[in-house]
């Protein structure tokens, strides 16, 4: 999947960092985009923006030492 082109309104298929590329006005960049949500259009490029996956980043909740993180939103550690 890493060499799969994404473009705006196709939904995202896994939460992960997503390289971005601008059509001429600015360098690749990456970004958090997250599952279950649809690629962006860009402010400049419009659909001429693209995406590829450089890895895959899953939600805290499904890692086995984090479980717990959605029951315990507004506690603060000391």
């Given amino acids: 999947m890493a060499d799969e082109v994404f473009q705006p309104a196709d939904p995202v298929p896994e939460s992960g960092v997503y390289q971005v590329q601008h059509y001429r006005h600015r360098l690749y ?14 402010s ?19 890692d086995r030492n984090f479980s717990n993180v959605s029951r315990m939103k507004g506690h603060v550690a000391r």
Wanted: glycine share 6%; hydrophobic share 40%; net charge neutral.
């Fill in 44 to 62: 400049e490029c419009g659909t001429n923006v693209r995406f590829r996956l450089v890895r895959t980043a899953p939600p805290i909740e499904l």
């Fill in 29 to 42: 960049h990456e970004v958090t985009i997250l599952h279950g949500s649809a690629f962006p259009l860009c």
